[in-house]
Every structure is written in C-alpha cells, then in structure tokens.
C-alpha cells in the first residue's frame, strides 16, 4: 500500500507541476500577445467595467460589432477607413474580448460556464454609446456581432433612448435559432472541464500555424486579405480569459436567441443583411432567409460563392448596405 499511495503523491505532484507549467505558459503568451497588439483607442467607464472602443469620422453615427473570438480590429483593419468620410464611426469590443470587460454580474471562474448573453451585451454597450456622446446609430455587426445588434434593436421597443437604433446592418450576422447542437469546441471549452484544462493548454501550446489555419477557414472559401492575419491579434483572442468569455458566449447563446427572435415581429427599423451563399459558419439559410419570413422590411443581399466574411470579401456591398440604411432611416 506505501508504493501505491507514493505512486499517487508522485503523480500528483507531476500533475500539478504540470498545469502550473501550463498556466504560467499561457499567461507569458498572453502578456506577448498585449505587448503586440495594445489597445488601438480610448476607454469609456460603465457599469462594473470599462468598454474599449475605437471612433473615428464625421456624420450620422455607425456602430460595428464584431464576431465570435475577435476584436475591433476586425473593422479598423479596412473597413471602418471606407466609412469614416460620412459616418462618425465607432467599433467597439465586446464584452470579455478585445480590451473590454465582461459584463458585471456573470461568474467568471475556471468552472463557471455562465456566458454574457446578446441581450447583457448590447445594455453595457448601449451604456458605453451613451456615455460618449452616440445618438441614433445604424448598428452593425458581423457574426456574433449580429446577434447583439438585434438584441440592440429589441433593447429600443422597450426603453426611450437616444443610443436606440435607428437602423440594423447584418453582415453574415447570428440571427434565428439553428437545429442540433453546437460545434464540439463549444461544448468543450464551455464547460468546467474547458475551463479547467483545455483552455489553458490551447492558450499556452497552440501553433501559430493553427492560428493561420483557423483563419484562412473562417474566410473560405476565400482567403485572407494580405496582411489581414499580421494584424488581427489573434493572440489577444488566445488568452486563457478571453477564450473562457467568447466559448462561454457562443455555448449558452442559443435560448437567448430563441428570447430576441420572438420580438423581431416588432421591429420596424430598416434591416440590411450581406451574407455569403458558401457561408458554413452562420447558413444563410437558417439566419437570413429565416428571419426575412418574420420581418417584412429585411433586405437581403445575397453572395454567390462567398463564405463568411462577405464584408471582407465584397466590401462595396457591406458599405453599400450601411448607406441604403442610413438612407431608409432618415440619417
């Protein structure tokens, strides 16, 4: 019995060596990866944080709201630039990604699995709008981002504000509630056991090759434009906290978006869709062409041979999109 019992100390011990070799690695990394990609603009106080975000031009104002395991350099590595010459434009990162907070109020420990839902999202955020000055805004979002520029939307039917909005744009955006469950890295790293173990050796171990792979999937079946990879910051996504929030995000995010889907009936707010027929990541069929049934005044631009960055892909008609938004709402 003394062999085995020093057997399982040993193994123990080597255990926990183990994942304090793996935390301290991944937290080296993450401090690498902050060194490298700073914040790019300023910080505004909200309720239980802060919200990082980027503004930049003149005009009626734009919000861009970026997807699942990004940042705000989504939109300033070239989009926002197409923009800025007529729209006071402001990127902002969501919760718990990026340079902002997660929202007050959701656990956030290694077992916890409580995600920051669209409808928490978009209230922090509208906070945030507010607080610097933004008033009758197009809200855009890619991805993800979609999703909580609806529940932006769904936020103004209820509450006489001057950040509510004024018209959606949708670019390949979360929309309606999709059959079956969720990609199995969802499940893992949004569960306690992610949280615990394979969080922390993604962050610590990931090649950067699975980093450039990762990349060039999102976009296929298109490429990424030059460059596009070098700037991103994909390193800030990697960070152990950062992952926990954008899984726990995207895992639990399904009932909320059953919640918002049975409002938009109500919505009467101009509503611009660009979306990739070769989309893999959010259908076109399950989102768009779904939530065009419900919502009478939804345009859709449709794709042909375009995946799941169509801003990137055809950026004409992403800012094409904004404009006829902009000019439906009276901006």
Same mark, same amino acid.
Request: hydrophobic share 40%; charged share 15%.
């Given at each position: ?20 070799? /793996? ?87 290694? /077992?916890? /699995? ?166 893999? /990541? ?50």
């Amino acid at each position: 019995m003394s062999w085995i019992k020093l057997a399982l100390k040993t193994l123990t011990v080597v255990i926990g060596l183990g994942a304090l070799a /793996t935390g301290l690695t991944a937290q080296y990394r993450a401090s690498q990866a902050e060194t490298a990609f700073p914040p790019l603009g300023q910080f505004v106080d909200v309720t239980g944080g802060q919200v990082h975000y980027v503004q930049q031009g003149s005009g009626p104002h734009l919000i861009l709201l970026h997807g699942a395991g990004g940042n705000l350099r989504e939109f300033t590595f070239d989009l926002m630039g197409r923009l800025s010459d007529r729209y006071t434009v402001t990127a902002f990162d969501r919760p718990g990604l990026g340079y902002t907070d997660r929202v007050p109020g959701v656990a956030k420990g290694l /077992t916890a /699995t409580e995600g920051d839902s669209p409808q928490a999202q978009a209230a922090m955020l509208r906070e945030a709008a507010a607080k610097i000055g933004i008033t009758d805004p197009i809200v855009a979002g890619h991805s993800f981002g979609g999703i909580v520029s609806y529940a932006w939307a769904v936020a103004g039917l209820d509450e006489d504000s001057p950040v509510n909005a004024k018209a959606v744009v949708s670019f390949a955006g979360v929309t309606m509630p999709w059959p079956g469950d969720l990609d199995r890295y969802y499940q893992v790293n949004g569960s306690a056991f992610g949280g615990v173990v394979t969080i922390p050796a993604i962050s610590a171990f990931v090649p950067p090759s699975v980093v450039d792979s990762s990349i060039a999937a999102t976009f296929a079946p298109q490429s990424p434009p030059d460059g596009y990879a070098d700037y991103i910051g994909a390193g800030l996504t990697l960070r152990p906290d950062s992952m926990r929030a954008n899984a726990r995000q995207v895992n639990t995010s399904r009932p909320h978006v059953v919640e918002l889907s049975q409002r938009y009936p109500e919505l009467t707010l101009p509503i611009e869709i660009v979306h990739g027929e070769e989309d893999k /990541t959010v259908p076109i069929h399950i989102h768009a062409e779904e939530i065009e049934k419900i919502v009478p005044q939804v345009n859709t631009v449709r794709l042909p041979g375009v995946g799941h960055m169509p801003h990137h892909a055809d950026p004409d008609a992403a800012v094409a999109a904004i404009d006829r938004a902009a000019q439906k709402a009276g901006l």
